[in-house]
């Protein structure tokens, strides 16, 4: 298996990477990858599993920074671009373009990829997960085809797949793993047998999502790009500043959209009304505190929102059913 990429920013030109077949491995290999050109400053985190490639890249670059690439094998990839934009341009019948702006994700196959990357924006920080068919085979097996629905198809006749013509933005739910697979501090085969399970987590909520032909929120709405950019702007903000966050009319004039638009279009981009999103955020939040950091209940609460860490017991019991304290049981 071979990628090849071309810029007029490297050194070298060209760059050519090659990978195992099929991506085999018995054990988890992990290394880091530093490219240090004049636009491009890049260090990315290589994660090898059995039939996966996880890549945790964060860069700077002085946009547009623009590359011809080129794989030799069937390309199959989940890509989170939470900060950043990653545009594609395909040269070949056997893709499609993909376009990815910050804060959303896609999933897609493309037979063969041959076309050109261009990126926007000064940062990146990403995370994409390349895997094969025949992974997808061991973990699901014959019943890949029934669960995936469209995409099952498009394997079988080996033609391109987007999930979304539109990229979406990035749920909660989907954020959460994404924070656990980027943090992950587990060593070895605990590691690999982690990395699998919330790539497998992942994998089963997209093709729930396809099994129920579930289409963009905002598929057949009426909402301008414009709306849309700051509904995105209104996310990232709840998201920074959950210890304190905005109050709804100070996000409405904030992000420069009227506080019943705001609501509205909220709702239909993110599923969930405002507050709702909120708390959500706080919990997913809170949960990752007490579990990977070590965070007392008290101070988790605290540190999401919450004076009262017994108001903060309460949400969290009647949003997950269970005490917070059974975190700590683990």
């Not at 080996?158 to 990035?170: A, K, N, T, V, Y």
């Not at 414009?226 to 009319?249: C, G, H, Q, V, W």
Request: glycine share 4%; hydrophobic share 35%; charged share 30%.
């Amino acid at each position: 298996m071979k990628s090849v990429f071309k810029s007029e920013v490297f050194t070298e030109k060209i760059i050519t990477k090659k990978l195992a077949p099929g991506l085999r491995t018995r054990e988890l290999s992990e290394k880091n990858v530093v490219l240090d050109y004049t636009s491009v400053k890049s260090n990315t985190k290589e994660i090898l599993l059995d039939g996966i490639k996880i890549n945790i890249r964060k860069e700077r670059i002085d946009p547009p920074f623009i590359v011809e690439v080129e794989h030799d094998f069937p390309f199959l990839k989940i890509h989170f671009e939470i900060k950043g934009s990653s545009k594609y341009s395909p040269k070949n019948d056997k893709s499609v373009a993909v376009n990815i702006p910050g804060g959303h994700y896609n999933f897609f196959y493309l037979p063969k990829v041959k076309g050109v990357l261009r990126y926007d924006t000064s940062i990146r920080n990403t995370l994409e997960i390349v895997f094969t068919k025949a992974y997808l085979k061991r973990v699901f097996g014959d019943s890949l085809k029934k669960i995936s629905a469209g995409f099952g198809d498009a394997l079988e006749k080996d033609i391109p797949f987007l999930m979304w013509e539109q990229s979406r933005p990035i749920p909660s739910q989907l954020y959460s793993i994404i924070q656990e697979i980027i943090n992950c501090k587990f060593k070895e085969g605990i590691k690999k047998a982690y990395l699998e399970s919330k790539i497998t987590e992942i994998l089963t909520i997209f093709f729930d999502c396809l099994k129920e032909k579930r289409e963009s929120p905002i598929s057949g709405k009426k909402i301008s790009k414009e709306d849309y950019s700051k509904i995105i702007i209104a996310e990232d903000i709840l998201r920074k500043n959950l210890k304190d966050p905005p109050t709804i009319s100070e996000l409405s004039i904030i992000t420069g959209i009227n506080q019943f638009k705001l609501k509205q279009n909220f709702k239909l981009v993110f599923e969930k009304p405002i507050f709702s999103y909120l708390t959500q955020l706080r919990m997913e939040n809170a949960k990752r505190l007490i579990t990977e950091k070590e965070y007392t209940i008290a101070e988790a609460s605290y540190e999401v929102g919450y004076k009262n860490p017994q108001h903060f017991t309460a949400a969290f019991k009647r949003k997950y059913n269970y005490l917070p304290s059974a975190l700590k049981t683990y």
